[in-house]
């Protein structure tokens, strides 16, 4: 089992810059695939980023393409999202993920979640 735990949300103005952090428990974070998702209130879970053990991304949704990458440093056993270029509509609670599997875009593949730390873009 592991337990995620993000940190680095906050406030912050449109085209601005932040920095998401996922710290995993436990000495297997390397065999987990990682994902970022984000949910708006009224909204689904989206898909934000993924990232394989070995550092392979998934592609990016369009409404984050170009802005956000993902990465991961398995000595660390930590998980990042850079976000870029923010926009209001980033505004969501960010949440990490671990997959036992190869990884998907579909919340539902994934096995553990974390608590989540809320974004909020003003414009």
């Known amino acids: 089992q592991v337990q995620l735990v993000e940190s680095g949300g906050g406030l912050v103005q449109a085209g601005g810059s932040l920095r998401l952090s996922c710290a995993a428990s436990?000495?297997?974070?390397?065999?987990?695939?990682m994902g970022w998702f984000r949910q708006a209130p009224g909204k689904e879970r989206e898909f934000v980023a993924g990232?394989?053990?070995?550092?392979?991304?998934?592609n990016y949704p369009d409404s984050v393409k170009g802005r956000f990458t993902i990465s991961r440093d398995n000595a660390k056993n930590t998980v990042y999202l850079q976000m870029n270029g923010l926009k209001p509509e980033d505004t969501a609670v960010y949440y990490c993920?671990?997959?036992?599997?190869?990884?998907?875009?579909?919340?539902?593949?994934?096995?553990?979640w974390g608590q989540g730390t809320q974004v909020t873009v003003s414009s």
């Open positions: 436990g000495r297997t974070f390397g065999s987990y695939f």
């Open positions: 990232i394989s053990r070995s550092g392979i991304t998934l």
């Open positions: 993920a671990a997959d036992l599997g190869s990884g998907s875009t579909w919340p539902r593949h994934y096995d553990y």
